[in-house]
């Protein structure tokens, strides 16, 4: 099949990893409720049509902490994406760099942060507050090292929701034993992911966190150490502690509530993203995108206000940015592309999303991203 759209990258991703990887992927918390309304409400914006307005000069860059984005797009931290590609962090990495946007990287990923920057351009780089307070020190210190200059700080895993089709698929829960001889199952039925990433894709831990884990030989033990270090007593006041160590701007992912957004600019962020996780944490909570206005509203004006969650199409972007946001970021989608086929598919991905905007902007009249407002929405949805 060749993919078109978001969804045939998925359909991709699904045939090629192991279904450990790819339900880890597709999947969310509990029922999933979460996870369904961040699509089901970023679909029923209506946009609205406007016609016979010379659209011959469009522009979709935005610009962010002073770095200019051909696209008011990024890629979200995706964890252990070094399982579903060769090195899969390095691969979207120099994939978003080819499309002038911005790689945020996980604290969970499977490449180190030296290794992406490495490779070529500095991400973003994604923080989770662990108990160890002197690791995470020389775990800013490494990703300012590297490079990096935006800190995306995660606040709303301060422990990690239930994912049943992770259970089932055998990713989490299984004892040693079971886990290791579903592991090799899985790895034979799915030949093209195991030379590729079982084979030729090692070493299979997470570099970030590698000196902290003794003895950790595969990704699980990885994640349980990482399971029992989330630091629930995580509050505003933390902030100063990374703030110490982290001069460049800070932004804070994972807000829905508006009161929660002054806070975070009381505590004295440059940003913040409206976010339910992907609908992976709290099942039951509220979409992103219905999230989004009420947010803009408190703190549109104090700092800057991504979205991230059920982003699909290059019109879902065209939506979130009229609802206030100035940019948003690219999960599930991104993760597919690149269990699909790596950085190429990455890459066509982004070229999808970008011509889907350019469509949608032409459409509604919109000549320059960095514009968009509520008039490109029919209010009557
Ligand atoms: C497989 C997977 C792993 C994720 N890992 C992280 C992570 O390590 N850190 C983080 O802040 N968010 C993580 N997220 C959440 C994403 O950054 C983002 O909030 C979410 O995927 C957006 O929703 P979408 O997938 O509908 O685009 C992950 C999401 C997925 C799908």
Known sequence: MKPASVADYRELARRRLPPMFFEYIDGGSYAEATLRRNVADMEAIALRQRVMRDMSQLDLSVEIFGQKLSMPVGLAPVGMAGMYARRGEVQAARAAAEAGIPFCLSTVSVCSVDEVAAAGTPPWFQLYMLKDRGYMRELLGRAKAAGCRVLVFTV???????????????????????????????????????????????????GNVQSAVNGGRRVTDFLGWIARNFDRSVTWADLDFVREVWD?????????????????????????????????????????????????????????????????????????????????????????ALGAGGQPMVEKMLGTIRSELSTAMVLTGCVSAASADKLLLDVAS
Not at 175 to 187: C, D, I, K
Not at 296 to 310: I, K, N, P, T, Y
């Open 248 to 336: 460049g701007p800070i932004v804070i992912k994972g807000v829905l509530d508006p009161e929660d957004a002054r806070d975070a600019v009381k505590a004295g962020a440059q940003g913040l993203v409206v976010s339910n996780h992907g609908g992976r944490q709290l099942d039951g909570v509220r979409s992103s995108i219905s999230a989004l206005p009420a947010i803009v509203d408190a703190v549109g004006s104090d700092l800057e206000v991504f979205m991230d969650g059920g982003v699909r199409s290059g019109l879902d972007v065209l939506k979130a940015l009229a609802l206030g946001a100035k940019a948003c970021f690219l999960g599930r989608a991104w993760a597919y």
């Open 156 to 206: 709303d895993l301060p422990l990690p929701g239930a994912r049943y089709r992770d259970v089932r698929s055998g990713f989490s829960g299984a004892t040693a034993l079971s886990g290791a001889l579903n592991t090799a199952w899985q790895g034979m039925t799915h030949p093209g992911w195991s030379w590729d990433v079982y084979q030729n894709g090692k070493p299979h831990t997470l």
